[in-house]
């Protein structure tokens, strides 16, 4: 019986060929849509989830209060001194381990045997942590053991950066390298350290990908972190604490015993505090960020959920249409089958396996489409996906959900309604299917595809005015053609920066150079201090960012002075600029009033008199206001070269650059990157949510109009006696195809009408994210609904023409 079913199912589907393959490439694309976000969805929850104990694994974070300010900002980085206090302190603490991210490290592999001495640059990816680290995450060891990093000076390091720095991993194991240390400890040095064990590949879903972790206590990390009892001093972003909770202990009931703790042992008038975030949290806070540098909020997963829901639902919506609409087509055969003894039972098991088998024909192209399209998300997108991810078992469980669920979804309502045709109607041709209600459901089901299409155009269109409106807003400083250096000072490298100023001077093409601790804006780099104001006893209720700049920093950045004058040069600290917005803070109206008050940062070790007053500018990205500013000289913090080019001829600039820079630094790994480039990478997941909504609008817009068109093919085909009829009365051709357009052009404004408020809402609703954001202009709805109406113009026109230009002799001769 069911081979039958088959059978009959298959010559159906061939007899129409085209409803056959209008329906099937709309499933396919909207299954294919699904399945893509589908994998990218799974490829972020699973982050980290392959930790045997990741139900009780912590991470620390320091929650800032500031002054004035109801807005409380979380950070990932901790006091030096916190994790050997919460570990000697709470007994619910199984393990500690404090960990450090550094950036932009050279490694030295010693000459040996015919090979030579070699460098390596690591931008990211050494980690500094104990023993205690291995305990609490799953990362496996192929050789060695995790207890040598009891010991400072060992290193692990995983499979593939041994086989990178020595060709074998087996041979890396008892091996020497050094890990250069300059600028940590404001003195040069180069740490040796023993390769003691070989970690396995580190996976792509977890937020440590770590390349060479050091043991904790080695260079820095056992002189400046280890040793600081001070809770005040937290000037590196990179330092963090993850902890694991015995089991059976409350979160809630730590946080609150860790806040009163944390209390007593920091100052008054810190009124930080601490709270520990699940690890499953991690990968989720943008806010706080993590070392992978790969964070996806929740509201984009939902977002990304709500497409692949509205795709899909779009595609079976085409299915539901074009099957009711071949109802008068498909009546006769309803009715031959009745009258030989066929029940509606069997006729909507039949129609059914017809669903059935579109829907899989669907699925298996959409899988290929898939596996073929894989290599290219990975490049649209910031994950690690291969083909192979089509075998994972819950990945091959979707598509088998999708077949049966889009069946029932697609395939139930037509079933029941083309196995309800009374057989005497039927075979007499007066099944009149343009009921009310058949009619009521078609026109809603069109508006309901429409009304997606329309909001994700007009979501798509608020999203990039955001966009541009980021990348063309005045930051207050000059981007544009700078390159960034990043380097490490020691004693020597500090001798030759003025040797190095005056030789990149000298190049063609090069207009100005400042060596700093960071650029004008950074988006989770900057280092926040608390201060003293004009010899006062307590510290001011908020922090400011610190910078360290020599007197270059203006004019390379073309940052603007409003009151006093520009830093004087020095190597140390002796005098301050501060920002508008610091001054405002500080209760003064007038920039000049500051100047010669005196400030002192980090626990009165450097108090210098403010000599100058700068405009405000961005110094953190678009998501959060300008912050207080204070910038000093320091050549000891200086950590990044600031490069300003000419237009004219970058690349003929940037080679004498780049052979000055490695004669002066010998031994140093050469690299730069575009200022701009860095500041587009701050909103790379509003980028990537922008291409999302274009292509996805795309594919909306693209089946319902594959929707219309088989409606208006199959109108055609009905209503071709009516067309003739009118044409021989005298019915011009744009009555006709006004006749045909009326109906559906009417739908789509109704859908707009429906669309409009509700992507004014949820889009009002994204914007609040940003401390400056675009006014949802009332041209961008209009432009929006302009361009469904005409896409969807088109696409019936084309019908309509057709049917308008077709000969009435042959549509009125009978049988």
Known sequence: MFKNYIKTAFRSLSRNSNYTIINIAGLAVGIGVCMIIFIVISYHTSFDHFHTKKDRIYRVLTEYHHTG???????????FPLPEALKKKFSQIEEMAPIFASHDDQLLVPAAGDKERRIFKEPTGVFFTNASFFKIFDFPLLAGSYETLRDPNNVLLTKEIAEKYFGNWKAALGQTIELETGGYLFEHGKDKLKVSGILADIPANTDFQMKIVVSYGTGFTGSLIAKNTNWEDRTNTGFGCFIMLQPGVSTNHFNGQLLAYTTKVQS?????????????????DAQAGNYSNKTISPEMLNVLWLIAGFILLIACVNFINLS???AVTRAKEVGVRKVMGGNSAQLRT???????????IAVVLAIITVALALPYLNRFLPISVSSGVLSNKTILLFPVAITFIVTALAGFYPSIVLSRFNPIHALKSKLITNTTKGISLRRGLVVLQFVIAQALIIGTLVIAKQMNYFMARPLGFDKDAIINVPFRVDSLRISRLNYLRD????????TAVSFSSATPVEEANNTWSTFKFDNAIKETGFK?????????????????????????????TREFLVNELLVKKLGFKNPEDILGKEISIWNGVIKCPVVG???????RSFRYETAPELIATNVTMYSVAGIKLETGNIAATLAPVKAIWEQTFPGFVYEYKFLDDKIGGFYKQEMQLSQFYKIFSALAIFLGCLGLYGLASFMTAQRRKEVGIRKVLGASAGSI??????EFILLVIAAFAIAAPLAWYYMHHWLQDYAYRVEISWWLFLLGGAAVTFIAMGTLGFQAIKAARANPVKSLRTE
């Open 69 to 79: 300010d109801a807005n409380i900002s979380y950070g990932k980085d901790v006091p």
């Open 268 to 284: 008054p008038e810190n009124k930080d505090n601490y709270r520990i975030q699940p690890l499953e949290a991690v990968h989720y």
């Open 324 to 326: 009711t609409a071949q």
């Open 503 to 510: 030789q990149l001077l000298q190049v063609k093409g090069v």
């Open 613 to 619: 007053v700068l405009q405000d500018f961005n110094n």
């Open 350 to 360: 039949q129609f059914i396996v017809e669903a059935f088998l579109i829907v899989s």
């Open 544 to 572: 400011i960012i610190t910078k360290f700049a020599d007197t270059g920093y203006i004019p390379t950045y073309k940052l603007h002075l409003v009151a006093g004058r520009n830093l004087q040069p020095s190597n140390l």
């Open 737 to 742: 195809i006004y006749l045909f357009s009326k």
